[in-house]
């Protein structure tokens, strides 16, 4: 069997060829993709402008926002335009940065919710000791470290993926470049890197894990322990939010790269891919938004002076 190597394009066989009503389904991702972008990049816009949302938790909001926007901008544009155009290919070097792309910027995500976890962990259990130890310079090297610690495994996993002989079929069952779908093509022995894989995604997963579940643990003792009803009443709103973005962003990558291939099939993987890549980030300004009082004020008192604006203009 000729050993073709990755200088050949890949065919993506994404969502739409599985739907029977794939107009339809374009035009729903279509919104999605908008509503993503525009949530998100408003999200942004409101937390900068707004001196009362200039701390730590909004700061790590709109890093959230901002790798939201990129996430689904790696895969959504590209999956939109082959459907339009009736062109699915898809270029060995394409598919090596949109695989690179992707795992830096969900690997830095992991990291970034376990940071998020971190902060309320100080802000509920620490109080007095809150702006020393989650100042601008601390935040700051947080975010960074979630950003090279996400990119050592997009620059681990992506090169190694990539260099594998392809004597397969050229077609990808999925709607990007995902790594477990991309190895289903080689002929060579993967068994060996399918457990490297397996063990660099439960270190990339362990290590955040661990942060959350015990940054929440110590805040669950301290709500108990709070006389204030209205104090255990807002706390309990600030961290249901992003109990809620860590369930269903870690759900999915447990699912990914962590179940046994048995449990696998390529239209099962496309679905799950598809909610965590496309869905999740028109879910996360929401729940951040929707559930919070600060934001939802910034918002109310941002809309109050456009009017106002308007009015004087007029």
């Known amino acids: 069997m000729a050993n073709h190597t990755g200088q050949l394009d890949f065919i993506l066989v994404g969502l739409f060829s599985q739907s029977k009503h794939p107009a339809l389904l374009c035009v729903v991702v279509v919104v999605i993709f908008l509503m993503a972008l525009s949530g998100n990049s408003f999200l942004i816009f409101l937390i900068h402008s707004d001196a009362h949302l200039h701390n730590p938790m909004y700061f790590f909001i709109s890093q959230l926002s901002l790798m939201d926007v990129m996430y689904i901008s790696v895969t959504a544009p590209k999956m939109l335009m082959d459907q339009i155009t009736g062109v699915s290919k898809i270029s ?10 992707y795992l830096t910027i969900g690997g830095s995500e992991y990291f970034l919710l376990a940071a998020m976890a971190y902060d ?18 601390v935040c700051l090297l947080l975010v ?24 397969r079929s050229r077609e990808i069952h999925h709607f990007f470049c995902e790594v477990p779908a991309v190895m289903k093509l080689s002929c060579s022995d993967t068994s060996l890197y399918e457990t490297l894989m397996y063990l660099c995604c439960v270190l990339m997963l362990l290590i955040p894990v661990t942060v959350i579940s015990s940054s929440y643990s110590f805040i669950l003792l301290t709500i108990h322990r709070m006389s204030s009803a209205e104090g255990r009443k807002k706390a309990f709103a600030t961290c249901s939010s992003h109990m809620a973005v860590v369930i269903l962003f870690y759900g999915a990558a447990v699912y990914t790269y962590m179940l046994p291939s048995s449990y696998h099939s390529p239209e099962k993987d496309m679905v799950v891919s598809a909610f965590y890549t496309i869905l999740t980030p028109v879910l996360n300004p929401l729940i951040y938004s929707l559930r919070n009082k600060d934001v939802t004020g910034a918002l109310k008192k941002m809309l109050n002076e456009v009017s106002v604006f308007q009015k004087t203009v007029k």
């Open 120 to 137: 309320r962990y100080v802000a509920i259990c620490h109080p007095l000791r809150y702006s020393v130890l989650m100042s601008h310079r």
């Open 92 to 101: 060995a070097p394409e598919c090596g940065m949109q695989m690179f792309l």
């Open 144 to 167: 960074s470290g979630c950003w090279i610690l996400g990119s050592v495994d997009g620059f681990m996993l992506t090169p190694i993926t990539m260099t594998f002989p392809f004597c």
